[in-house]
């Protein structure tokens, strides 16, 4: 599935030389390698990803006023990668194993991630409030591209299980500049391991553009290391939902690791603790609003007579029901005691750990003694 790439024209920001079945205005295009893939996708299951990814951008938009309002430390925005992210993740078995980062807010949801637990660990309530072996996915990893690595290890060990599991991880752009994800493909090559790499490029790592770490397209550097890749439009989800079925297919057949890059934009900020106006202008954000995900599969159903405004409606209360539990699950979080930070530190009765817990509560008691005196 790799393709040939110009190097006149395959610049790193480029988003006209990528694969496509949908254009920004709705329009089915052909693309003989991944038309084959999506033959049996239905209207019905067109409108499941768009109802999908209205509600990803529902639950990011209220943890975004959530932050804003102080009930949340921090927030990852992921509006404009709605299609990236519940594209390929409907593509994947209940079984597959995913290693998302830290904004793949929308292959959680897939996944089976409850509204406490997109929002406690960013309140600080919790280090980590789901089970991976419940939804078979990893904790979100902050730590920049350390996933990749993981999702090969695992992959490893379901080769020697004798299993057809894939695992797939999720990473950005910047993240393809770390030592960890360029170590992960020289393993997962060197051992064929069932591995899908899907690189969201979403044109800024922080405030860097993707252009002054790459001069040419990330899609390019995988076969360097013996992966077929694919570029594709990360906001055309009929088009990431080809890809990550290619490549799943690939991975699950013995073919070892393949590599997407999807081509894709943050709207927002990187945190909401930037401020994306530093760094880039009104018109360029404006110029990828128009190519919309969410509006994009909603013009191509309307053309075909399988959209309207009954079906709109009934979307956006889904979506405010969700945003709804988002919010109660927030606002009704219970702190729990302080000295809670060493339950669950290890697995089984360790002497250190019990150690810091008698001298952590010997301090918390000082507290007690002081408020106490205070009185």
């Known amino acids: 599935m790799t393709r040939t790439l110009n190097p006149a024209a395959d610049l790193a920001t480029d988003t006209e030389d990528v694969a496509r079945l949908l254009t920004p205005d709705g329009e089915r295009v ?67 194993f995913a290693f998302p980062s830290y904004r793949e807010i929308g292959v959680g949801y897939v996944r089976g991630v409850t509204p406490a637990d997109f929002v406690l660990s960013w309140r600080g309530e919790e280090h980590s409030t789901l089970s991976p072996y419940e939804i078979n996915s990893a904790v979100p990893q902050i730590i920049i591209g350390a996933q990749t690595l993981h999702a ?3 992959a490893m060990g379901v080769q020697r299980d004798g299993t057809d599991q894939v695992a797939v991880t999720y990473f950005g752009d910047g ?20 591995v899908v790499f899907v690189c969201t490029n979403n044109q800024y790592a922080i405030s860097e553009p993707v252009s002054l770490q ?37 991975a699950r057949t013995g073919g070892g690791p393949a590599f997407i890059e999807a081509v894709t934009y943050r709207m927002g ?9 530093r760094y880039r202008d009104r018109e360029e954000v404006e110029r ?16 075909r007579g399988e959209f ?8 956006q209360r889904d979506a405010d029901e969700l945003g709804a539990a988002v919010r109660a699950a927030c606002l009704g979080a219970v702190t729990r ?31 007690a003694d002081a408020e106490e005196v205070a009185r």
């Not at 991944?34 to 209207?43: E, I, N, W």
């Open 308 to 315: 309207d405004d009954t079906l709109a409606a009934q979307v």
């Open 214 to 250: 790459a001069k040419f397209p990330i899609a390019g550097r995988a076969p360097g290391f013996g992966i077929p890749s694919l570029r594709v439009d990360g906001n055309d989800a009929l088009a990431c939902l080809a890809a990550m079925r290619w490549a799943l297919a690939h």
């Open 288 to 303: 990828w609003r128009r190519r919309d995900p969410i509006a994009r599969v909603e013009a191509h159903l309307r053309a």
């Open 175 to 194: 993240a393809t500049s770390q030592g960890d994800v360029n170590e992960a493909m020289v393993f997962a090559s060197s051992f064929g391991a069932p």
């Open 152 to 154: 090969v290890g695992y």
């Open 337 to 367: 005691d302080p000295i809670t930070v060493f339950d669950h530190v290890y697995a089984e009765p360790h002497r250190g750990i019990d150690e810091q817990r008698t001298a952590f509560a010997a301090y918390l008691e000082g507290f």
């Open 269 to 277: 900020p990187h945190t909401t603790s930037d401020d994306p106006t």
């Open 30 to 96: 052909a693309d003989p390698a991944l038309d084959p893939f999506v033959a049996d996708v239905t209207a019905d299951e067109l409108r499941g990803l768009y109802r999908d990814m209205v509600l990803v951008r529902r639950i990011d938009t209220e943890g975004v006023a959530l932050q804003r309002q102080g009930q949340l430390g921090l927030w990852a925005p992921c509006q404009g990668q709605e299609a990236t992210q519940v594209a390929t993740a409907r593509a994947m078995r209940a079984d597959d």
